[in-house]
């Protein structure tokens, strides 16, 4: 869903994905990969990524590149060898740490979209939306959906915003569509909810 229009916001010029080092089972997941790499590169965005070879990772990267696109790769030094750092990349920042490699790609990028991936993706997907739930960014985020991979996700989400856990609000910064086109689309017209540090409000209201 997609929020209210923000004519004035800045272009997005560089956008990170947060996607497997595997290509899972279904095929379909590195053919949107591609196809995500290739988009970004045609409307002129950076791609900003983990640096890898493998998996949707190298999907995403190769299809960039080969588009003409310009690719930034952030990787661990002790992830080099493990995740085989790709070697043709526009740029390939090499960090210490996980949380360095976190922080480095969330600087170098105007939004961040999340592929389908695992336990790694999950948790750079919540890191970035706990850091715009306070407030530390206001950069549009997005599921980028193939065959409802992300369909459990949102029941999760959905669950705890019932149970007090999450304010609407918030639940509603995280976009997705199927598409990625549409999905760039949605984070043109995205704006930032209004107010700061809104708790999540009970589902009934307390017995007196």
């Known amino acids: 869903m997609a929020g209210s ?7 997005i010029r560089s956008t990170c ?11 379909r997941y590195a053919d949107v990969a591609a196809r995500t790499g290739q988009t970004l590169a045609r409307r002129g965005i950076r791609l900003v990524y983990g640096g890898g070879r493998l998996g949707l990772m190298g999907a995403l990267a190769d299809a960039a ?9 952030v990787i661990p030094r002790g992830l080099v060898d493990r995740e085989l750092a790709h070697p043709g990349l526009t740029e390939l920042v090499i960090v210490e740490t996980l949380h360095e490699r976190k ?10 979209i999340a592929l389908p991936g ?3 993706t ?13 407030d ?9 959906d193939v065959g409802g991979y992300f369909d459990a996700l949102g029941t999760f989400l959905d669950h705890a915003v019932a149970e007090g856990f999450v304010a609407p609000r918030h639940r509603r910064m ?13 984070f043109v017209r995205w704006a930032p909810p209004s107010g700061r540090f809104e708790r999540p409000r009970p589902v009934d209201p307390p017995v007196a």
């Open 122 to 134: 999950l948790e750079e997907l919540a890191e970035v939306l706990s850091w715009a739930q306070l």
């Open 103 to 112: 922080a480095e790609m969330a600087r170098r990028s105007d939004a961040f």
């Open 17 to 27: 994905v947060f996607c497997g080092a595997s290509t899972g089972h279904d095929p």
């Open 118 to 120: 695992g336990l790694g």
């Open 5 to 11: 229009v923000a004519p004035d916001r800045p272009a």
């Open 174 to 186: 995280l976009l997705r569509d199927d598409d990625i086109g549409a999905l760039l689309d949605q």
């Open 136 to 144: 530390l960014h206001a950069k549009p985020i997005g599921l980028l």
């Open 65 to 73: 590149l080969a588009a003409g696109g310009e690719v930034v790769g």
